[in-house]
């Protein structure tokens, strides 16, 4: 007999202040844009739609408010308990979190290329590094494999967790991705360059 699947759906939180700004976030917290908020209350009414015909059992986010308030706002309208997890957050940027593109490139050009050539070591701003991001968001999909099989579970996250999980993704604020956690926690952690990745 074969182990039940458990889907997931992962979702970018919505629009915040900074990403209207174009400035890299990391692991400050931006509250949502009034069109942020309003987009999430669209996708919860879109959602709730869905889970009358195929219930899901579960909600995650990041502890990071954008991520935290876009899932508030769907847990809300599903009726559905809230788990918040720490290793769900945006890549940590140090201290490029606030800047814009041209003002990191101005203070640290050559680490600025290095991380835009996708090298997997590289620290941004003295903060994490994407094997680092690739580990946790690998070992929280490997957890609620084993501890959730079978569910079908909405995560609220942030890109880098998403590009981490799903190679080559790049998804605009609100937008969904959908996974099968076993066979994304089967694979080995990617430790070496993605050609495919960007900046934050």
Do not use: K
């Not at 202040?17 to 009414?45: F, K, M, S, V, Y």
């Not at 502890?63 to 308030?69: G, I």
């Not at 099989?149 to 890109?159: A, N």
């Amino acid at each position: 007999m074969t182990s039940p699947r458990t889907p997931l759906s992962l979702i970018r939180h919505g629009e915040t202040t900074w990403n209207r700004a174009g400035r890299w976030q990391g692991h400050a917290d931006p509250e949502l844009t009034e069109a942020g908020r309003a987009a999430a209350e669209i996708l919860a009414a879109t959602l709730a739609v869905e889970h009358a015909r195929q219930p899901w059992q579960r909600i995650y986010a990041s502890d990071l408010r954008r991520a935290q308030e876009t899932a508030a706002r769907i847990a809300a309208g599903l009726a559905l308990p809230l788990d918040l997890d720490v290793r769900l957050r945006e890549l940590d940027v140090g201290c490029w979190a606030g800047l814009t593109r041209a003002e990191i490139a101005a203070r640290d050009a050559e680490l600025l290329a290095a991380f835009e050539r996708g090298e997997p070591g590289v620290r941004p701003g003295g903060g994490e590094s994407r094997i680092e991001i690739r580990e946790r968001s690998h070992a929280f999909l490997c957890e609620l494999a084993a501890r959730r099989g079978g569910e079908r579970i909405l995560v609220v996250t942030h890109l880098g967790v998403i590009r981490a999980l799903v190679p080559g993704a790049q998804p605009q604020n609100l937008e969904r991705f959908e996974i099968i956690a076993e066979e994304v926690a089967a694979r080995p952690v990617d430790r070496v360059r993605r050609p495919e990745e960007g900046p934050l």
